[in-house]
């Protein structure tokens, strides 16, 4: 039953590759996101979607492309892989913003190791 | 430039007693802030959040006080247990935006 799940969990690739992660989550939200845990496990947000919308994108290489199919879905695919692209990448969820801000819910995580 | 910051980067505490984790940040427009609880290869898990109306807020053993002259706060977790063991996080966001920034961590080890 798990709520913001993600696939792969881990994944090892070598650099130049194109990769996917998958996200979904089962809480009936509107918003999804990807945060990056670098190495100094700093966790950064990188993309969101509101209703398959992008509204928020940091300065982050076009490489990367987020892709919501519907609003329960937001996949990461990244191309030519760098060594630097390696790192944890969270996707999450939450509501739409409200009145007093809104929590937002993480999935477990996806090791990414670029070799 | 890190709006939030969290200068402890880990605390040890004797089982039974208070931990008390702190965070500073440095933008006046946040307005709600949130406290996440980190375990080795899982995701970050929300514990508890404070809104910038309020300057305590209490569950359980979980309690967060917000000093916002002083853009701090903290998380005051009573009685400590092994279990609380983890990477909080404390982060922060503007009610008007889905962006929340997020602190550096603080490593907690509860000792039996």
């Known amino acids: 039953d798990t709520a913001v799940s993600q696939t792969p969990k881990y994944l090892v690739t070598q650099m130049g590759n194109d990769k996917s992660i998958k996200c979904e989550q089962n809480?009936?939200?509107?918003?999804m996101y990807w945060y990056k845990q670098d190495s100094k496990k700093f966790l950064k947000i990188m993309f969101s979607?509101?209703?398959?919308?992008?509204?928020i994108n940091e300065t982050v290489p076009n490489r990367f492309s987020p892709k919501s199919p519907d609003k329960a879905h937001l996949n990461l695919h990244i191309n030519s892989l760098e060594l630097g692209d390696s790192a944890v990448y969270f996707c999450a969820s939450s509501p739409s913003i409200g009145p007093g801000g809104n929590t937002i819910y993480f999935g477990e995580g996806s090791w990414l190791t670029v070799v | 430039d890190q709006q939030v910051k969290q200068n402890s980067p880990s605390l040890s505490v004797q089982e039974g007693r208070i931990s008390i984790l702190n965070c500073d940040y440095t933008n006046s427009m946040f307005d709600y802030f949130l406290w996440y609880k980190k375990y080795p290869a899982e995701g970050p898990t929300f514990l508890i959040s404070i809104s910038s109306i309020k300057d305590k807020n209490e569950d359980g053993r979980f309690t967060v006080f917000l000093n916002k002259s002083a853009k701090h706060l903290s998380l005051h977790i009573v009685p400590s247990q092994p279990g609380d063991s983890a990477v909080y996080f404390c982060a922060a966001k503007m009610d008007s935006s889905y962006k929340l920034i997020f602190g550096s961590g603080t490593r907690l080890l509860v000792r039996p």
């Open positions: 979607y509101n209703n398959k919308e992008l509204i």
């Open positions: 809480l009936g939200h509107d918003t």
